[in-house]
Nanobody
Framework: QVHVAEFGGGLVQPGGSLRLSCVAS????????MDWYRQAPGNQREWVAS????????????NYTDSVRGRFTVSRGSRKNTVYLQMNNLKPEDTAVYYC?????????WGHGTQVTVSS
């Protein structure tokens, strides 16, 4: 059984930084994508960033939505079952519940989310 869990949310002032972690446990394909999504109150869930592994088990590929590119960085841990989202220069509009999604060739798995609040 695969389980996905996010960590690291909290309250931060505008211009500050936070690092979110997402850990996937259980048995799943090494070829996978781990995405970060976020959902602000009253808004639809939106895709933020992704990390896709490849068969070489190198750094893989990363992608970002335009609103966070240059401020957020997504990376994998050494064991590849963990993905981080380093968020710098946070803005009030980044306030949302952040979700992690693991996608394998067979299925996708969601975490329960972690709250990020950017406020002075």
């Amino acid at each position: 059984q695969v389980h996905v869990a996010e960590f690291g949310g909290g309250l931060v002032q505008p211009g500050g930084s936070l690092r979110l972690s997402c850990v996937a446990s259980g048995s799943f394909s090494r070829l996978n994508t781990m995405d970060w999504y976020r959902q602000a109150p009253g808004n639809q869930r939106e895709w933020v960033a992704s990390s896709t592994t490849d068969i070489t088990e190198g750094d893989g590929t990363t992608n970002y939505t335009d609103s966070v590119r240059g401020r957020f960085t997504v990376s994998r841990g050494s064991r590849k079952n963990t993905v981080y989202l380093q968020m710098n220069n946070l803005k009030p509009e980044d306030t949302a519940v952040y979700y992690c999604k693991l996608t394998t060739p067979l299925q996708e798995y969601w975490g329960h989310g972690t709250q990020v609040t950017v406020s002075s």
